[in-house]
C-alpha cells in the first residue's frame, strides 16, 4: 500500500522569501507523484507531477519539485513566494497497483505574509 | 478544460435528512471519486468509480451510498444525515492515473 507524509502541517513565510513544503511517501513499487493546491473555498488543481525521467519538475506559478528515489521524497520549492501563493498544498501519490486511486497527505497550510 | 461541476457550493441540512450530492463531469471520464476533507485529516475516500453502475467502497463508506446511472454523474448519498458528517465533500474525475485528478469546487455541507 502506499501512504504520504507532509511532515509540516503549516508554513508562514515572509513575501519573497523561498520556500519548501517536504512530502515523503512510502511505497514498494514504483510511483507517480503530484502536488495540488487548494484556494479557500476551492476545489484542489494539480501543481504539478511525476511520472519518470528527470527528477525535477517545474509546474505552475513557479512552483518546482524534486523527485529523490533513495530518501523516498518529493518536495515542493519555490525560489520567492508571493501573497497569491497563501493557499492548501497536497501531495499526491499513486501507483500501477492502486487501480485509480490516490492516496493524499493531510496538506500543509502556506501562509505569506506582507 | 475538463470540468467537474458540484452542484451546490454550501448546504444546510438537518440531522436525519436524506441528503444528495450531485456531480457531473464533461470530459468523458471513465473514474470518478467522492471524497471528504476535514482539517488534519486531509482528504479521505469515500466511494468511487471505474465505470457506469459500477461502484466501490472506499477508505469511510460508513453511512454514504453512491450512484452512478450515467458516466457524466456520479452521486453521493447521505442516507441519514449526522452532525459528524458536517464537512467538505469533494468530487474528481480522471481519465487516467497519469493525467491525475480533475475536482470539482467542493461543496460544504453541515449537519444541524
Known amino acids: 500500500a502506499q501512504s504520504v507524509t507532509q511532515l509540516d502541517s503549516q508554513v508562514p513565510v515572509f513575501e519573497e522569501a523561498p520556500v519548501e513544503l517536504r512530502c515523503n511517501y512510502s511505497?514498494?513499487?514504483?510511483?507517480?507523484l503530484f502536488w495540488y493546491v487548494q484556494y479557500p473555498n476551492q476545489g484542489l488543481q494539480l501543481l504539478l507531477k511525476y511520472l519518470s525521467g528527470s527528477t525535477l519538475v517545474k509546474g505552475i506559478n513557479g512552483f518546482e519539485a524534486e523527485f529523490n528515489k533513495s530518501q523516498t521524497s518529493f518536495h515542493l520549492r519555490k525560489p520567492s513566494v508571493h501573497i497569491s501563493d497563501t493557499a492548501e498544498y497536497f501531495c499526491a501519490v499513486t501507483a500501477w497497483n492502486t487501480g485509480n486511486q490516490f492516496y493524499f497527505g493531510t496538506g500543509t497550510s502556506l501562509t505569506v505574509i506582507p | 478544460d475538463v470540468k467537474v461541476t458540484q452542484s451546490s457550493r454550501y448546504l444546510v441540512k438537518r440531522t436525519g435528512e436524506k441528503v444528495f450530492l450531485e456531480c457531473v463531469q464533461d470530459m468523458d471520464h471513465e473514474n470518478m471519486f467522492w471524497y471528504r476533507q476535514d482539517p488534519g485529516l486531509g482528504l479521505r475516500l469515500i466511494y468511487f468509480?471505474?465505470?457506469?453502475?459500477?461502484?466501490e467502497k472506499g477508505d469511510i463508506p460508513e453511512g454514504y451510498s453512491v450512484s452512478r446511472e450515467k458516466k457524466e454523474r456520479f452521486s453521493l448519498i447521505l442516507e441519514s444525515a449526522s452532525t459528524n458528517q458536517t464537512s467538505m465533500y469533494l468530487c474528481?474525475?480522471?481519465?487516467?492515473?497519469?493525467?491525475?485528478?480533475?475536482f470539482g469546487s467542493g461543496t460544504r455541507l453541515t449537519v444541524v
Open positions: 511505497s514498494s513499487v514504483s510511483v507517480y
Open positions: 468509480s471505474y465505470d457506469v453502475k459500477m461502484k
Open positions: 474528481a474525475s480522471s481519465s487516467g492515473q497519469i493525467y491525475g485528478y480533475t
